[in-house]
């Protein structure tokens, strides 16, 4: 019955706002087990594993590596050991470092508009203890949970961030913390931040409920260019994403700071569009590479879904088609639904369903 309830809600015009997430709709596990004895369970040896799983943090933090959803299962203790340990904090010092070093050599204007942008999370703020609790990378990201522990407002400060912080304030900069939360959370925001040393930042801009459905890279490009209308300069920018960096009215200098547990636009089925990303959105947003060249519309993408799905002649080989729709690119998968309610009823609640959850186990692909 969970399933049909989910259902009935994908035919209401909020559910394409994305204000919310829903949960999928089998009961998949929420938690992967942590490998804690991955060492048993591959070949490879201890240097080869360590020097693949350094090759593959690099790539993703020269958003080089194609779409993933979790970190390899393999390097689950790479990168626990990594986050934990003392390669982290020194990244995260050496970032800071040069970026102090940078504005320092500036010289400010005096007239008030010269300005530092900051991210929050994993930037100004740790998320480290959520991610130690949902396995360092080996979940799939969970929007749900994670708004749950932002509201307990515990998240620590990063302390090489906090010096740049300080500093930055200390030349004169104005500072301005552009973030991908939302309004909603901005008394939990400031809390957070001023219990973790954070004060006298200039603006605080979150996202309004006509930013929701915005890809990080055009809410954030958005916001610099009012910025810069306003006759601000943006000298610096900081931030742990390539979408807090890139995109339209970029800094003068960008520092990026590490994290390898980070998911990007093709991760994030929210905000997934495939094929339907036009040429100049695959060039703001690095997709270039990532997706066949083709541009399809999502009536030509739904048209295509349909004449495939309608060749599988099992009803569970239809569910399980759809299931790795949701799992890649919503928006598709509810317009489907709402446009082909006659077909895909069937498959999506009664009887298919029921054939499903018994065998769940068979059918099974990953945890969300």
């Known amino acids: 019955m969970f399933f049909f309830k989910l259902f009935l809600l994908s035919f209401v015009p909020s559910t394409l706002s994305h204000d919310g997430f829903n949960s999928h709709l089998l009961p998949r596990p929420l938690i992967m087990q942590y490998p804690e004895h991955t060492e048993t369970r591959f070949e490879k040896s201890n240097e080869e594993l360590e020097l693949e799983c350094t090759s593959w943090r690099f790539a993703v933090e020269t958003n080089n590596l194609s779409p993933w959803k979790t970190i390899p299962e393999e390097c689950g203790s790479y990168v626990k050991d990594y986050m934990m340990g003392r390669g982290y904090k020194a990244d995260l010092e050496r970032v800071s470092s040069e970026a102090g070093i940078y504005a320092m050599s500036l010289q400010l204007s005096g007239d008030g508009k010269d300005v530092w942008v900051f991210d929050v999370d994993e930037t100004l703020l740790s998320n480290l203890p959520y991610y130690a609790d949902h396995g360092y990378g080996l979940e799939i990201f969970n929007p749900v949970e994670f708004d749950k522990w932002v509201y307990r407002g515990m998240a620590p400060g990063i302390e090489p961030s906090l010096k740049l912080y300080e500093k930055v304030l200390n030349l004169g900069f104005k500072v301005f913390l552009l973030t991908g939360r939302s309004e909603k959370q901005r008394s939990i925001t400031i809390e957070n931040l001023t219990k973790a040393g954070f004060r006298s930042w200039d603006k605080l801009i979150l996202r309004d409920s006509e930013d929701q459905d915005k890809p990080a890279t055009v809410f954030k490009s958005e916001k610099r260019s009012k910025m810069v209308e306003e006759g601000y300069r943006i000298l610096g920018n900081s931030g742990d994403q390539w979408s807090d960096l890139s995109g339209s009215s970029p800094s003068n200098h960008s520092f990026k700071l590490p994290n390898p547990i980070g998911y990007s636009l093709l991760r994030d089925p929210r905000h997934n569009k495939g094929l339907a990303f036009t040429g100049n959105e695959r060039d703001s947003h690095y997709l270039r590479g990532l997706l066949p060249p083709v541009v399809l519309t999502h009536q030509l993408q739904e ?28 928006r598709l998968f509810y317009k489907l639904l709402i446009d082909n309610v006659d077909e895909l009823l069937t498959v999506v609640y009664t009887p298919t369903v029921g054939e499903a959850c018994q065998k769940y186990g068979s059918i099974f692909f990953q945890s969300n």
């Open 303 to 330: 048209k295509k879904l349909m004449h495939n799905i309608c060749q599988y002649q099992v009803p569970l080989q239809r569910y399980t088609a759809l299931m790795e729709l949701q799992e890649r690119n919503e």
